[in-house]
């Protein structure tokens, strides 16, 4: 097994895997923190970006996956040296080994993907990069929380909005969430984690204050945080999506069993909030209502 070191973690490859563990020092980014260890099967791995920077900030390498495998992609991350498991920096002085290793990489994912039995799922293997439930993070609004079936925004932190002290919290069932999206502070504009359900659209704009759907993050304290767990809750969502593997959403045409049936209700429910809160017309939430009422 070869193993590669950097400056916030070590690489150990062997003829299938990359496996990544990080440090825990005071510059380690706190994503990386938070995750401790992933896993990237090398044939998942279809691009090894190495550049061999200068004396002053080293090498970078970085790995690109196969469509749907990676869920921090799929965030829209910006900038090239934005927090990624998938991205392993180093000294100047390792600079030969770490290109040696990084053409290894390149091989040995060639080959394993020409071998490969069956096809690939980029499901699971996204789900070898984000945190395991039960997983919590923190910002100075409040908390997220994911135990692997249920989803709660906790505002309780002290620049949490009046509106948001008052509703204390909210919890969403994973078969109720689309999606999370998630949005990094910029300038003086606040970062946040939103929970995205299904059957929802809010219509327009909502501040972050009166917004109970979101996990507000203010400069760097918590965005990383936020940033995990939305990746954590899109490859558990996606999971749970796949034929035949829990909860998928329902279409036009299709009926809705017990657990279907439950998240339909629940769905209900929040639309009522919606409307209740003014953030639906009356015409909105009928007939939002009358199209989950079909499917049961």
């Not at 916030?8 to 020092?25: A, L, N, P, Q």
């Amino acid at each position: 097994m070869e193993e590669l070191r950097g400056h916030h973690g070590t690489w150990r490859i062997d003829d299938e895997t990359v496996r990544i563990r990080f440090e825990s020092g005071r510059k380690v980014p706190t994503l990386l923190k938070s995750l401790g260890s992933c896993t990237v099967p090398l044939a998942a791995v279809r691009e090894v970006d190495f550049d061999r920077g200068d004396r002053k900030h080293g090498w970078r390498l970085r790995l690109g996956l196969a469509d749907g495998a990676d869920p921090y992609a799929a965030l829209g991350l910006p900038g090239r040296d934005s927090s990624t498991p998938l991205l392993l920096t180093g000294p100047h002085d390792t600079e030969l080994v770490a290109e040696y290793l990084s053409e290894q990489i390149a091989s040995s994912a060639r080959y394993a993907g020409e071998t490969l039995a069956g096809e690939l799922d980029p499901r699971q293997v996204a789900l070898g990069l984000v945190g395991r439930p039960p997983l919590q993070v923190r910002t100075a609004e409040g908390s997220a929380s994911f135990d692997g079936a249920r989803v709660r925004l906790q505002w309780d932190g002290w620049l949490a909005s009046t509106a948001k002290e008052k509703e204390k919290a909210r919890d969403y069932r994973l078969s109720e969430v689309l999606e999370a999206e998630w949005r990094p502070p910029v300038d003086v504009t606040e970062g946040h984690l939103r929970i995205v359900l299904r059957g929802v659209t809010l219509p327009g704009a909502t501040e972050l204050a009166n917004d109970f759907f979101t996990l507000a993050s203010h400069g760097t304290k918590g965005s990383e945080d936020t940033l995990l767990m939305a990746a954590t809750l899109n490859a558990h969502i996606r999971a749970a999506d796949a034929p035949g593997e829990g909860p998928a959403a329902l279409g036009a045409g299709d009926r809705a069993d017990d657990g279907g049936g439950e998240a339909v209700f629940a769905t209900i429910r929040e639309l009522g909030r919606l409307h209740s809160e003014g953030l639906l017309t009356d015409e909105e939430f009928s007939a939002k209502k009358a199209q989950l009422l079909d499917r049961l």
